[in-house]
């Protein structure tokens, strides 16, 4: 059955609460500033505006993946970053990623299937067994979810596939991974220990992270979030996010901040994947609710 964008935010609000002027999900985070540049690779691989080798400003967003703001920092959860690109031209760009190497489900009526068992525990062993996919994502995904000691030194995933698209009409579809530049931090039990550490980290320099692609060959599930693409796929590096200090001027008064990694620019198009083109939508949905 189709899930419409309102059932979606409704049971993720079953599971975590309504909490109203928050997302519905990675509802506490932290709003940074900063810039990106592209390698000359980026350039060869897709001609997006950002992708040619120019600073391109941005800003991001370090989060917990829980829909409760006031969720403590050191439980279980995935943590997200999101980036904004601000393009030359006055067009916006977004890469979307978490710190799961793989989406739960391969469709977004699975997804919410799991977010209403978790109400009710026993409905568990039929969600697996009518998503099989599922029990093959949970141990890759397990480790992703214990506490950092940093938001700086884990990885993000943007799940999904984009077909990139070169200068010269090539075309290929890639995945996104964010490589930290930094290690260190000392994990802390306070319950905002990763927004402190992060302060704390941006008053020593700035954090920088290395965007990675790995680019499918022919018969790669690209339309499919929840299957991993064989490791000796060849994998460029893009480009260097570095984040320069804490962003104060946004989401205050009636500034609302929307990341959608559905919001693309010419030279890189959507894949097929349903939950990818789902996700517009419920920020739509989660947005009216935020602001209303």
């Known amino acids: 059955m189709e899930i419409t964008s309102e059932q979606a935010i409704d049971a993720v609000n079953s599971v975590f609460g309504r909490h109203d002027g928050f997302r519905a999900l990675h509802a506490k985070g932290t709003l940074c500033k ?3 540049t592209a390698t000359p690779e980026a350039a060869s691989l897709t001609r997006a505006a950002h992708m040619q080798g120019a600073e391109i ?3 991001a967003r370090f989060s917990n993946g829980a829909g409760n703001p006031h969720h403590p920092d050191y439980r279980p959860d995935p943590r997200g970053l999101a980036v904004k690109f601000y393009l030359p031209d006055g067009s916006r760009t977004d890469i979307v990623s978490v710190t799961s190497p793989r989406f739960l489900t391969r469709t977004p009526e699975g997804f919410i299937e799991f977010m209403r068992a978790q109400k009710a525990p026993w409905k568990l062993p039929a969600f697996f067994v009518r998503h099989p996919e599922s029990l093959k994502v949970l141990p890759a995904a397990a480790p992703s979810l214990r506490p950092p ?3 700086a030194v884990v990885p993000y995933h943007g799940l999904h596939a984009f077909k990139w698209i070169g200068a010269d009409g090539s075309e290929r579809y890639v995945r996104y991974t964010w490589r930290p530049q930094h290690g260190g931090g000392k994990r802390r039990r306070d319950r905002d220990y990763l ?3 992060l302060r ?4 020593g320099g700035p954090i920088r992270f290395t965007l990675e692609v790995q680019v499918a060959q022919p018969g790669d ?14 994998r460029v590096e893009v480009g260097t996010l570095e984040i320069t200090g804490l962003e104060t001027g946004r989401e205050t008064g009636g500034d609302v901040l929307v990341f959608d990694p559905t919001r693309v620019a010419d030279g890189i198009e959507l894949s ?8 517009s ?3 739509s949905a989660s947005v009216a609710r935020r602001t209303s």
């Open 281 to 283: 939508a419920a920020y």
């Open 57 to 59: 400003p941005v800003t």
């Open 34 to 36: 900063g810039t990106f």
């Open 149 to 151: 000691s940093s938001y």
């Open 200 to 203: 704390e980290r941006l008053q």
């Open 272 to 279: 097929d994947d349903p939950v990818l083109r789902f996700r």
């Open 195 to 197: 927004q402190t550490e």
């Open 221 to 234: 599930p690209v339309d499919d979030p929840s299957a991993a693409w064989p490791g000796s796929r060849r």
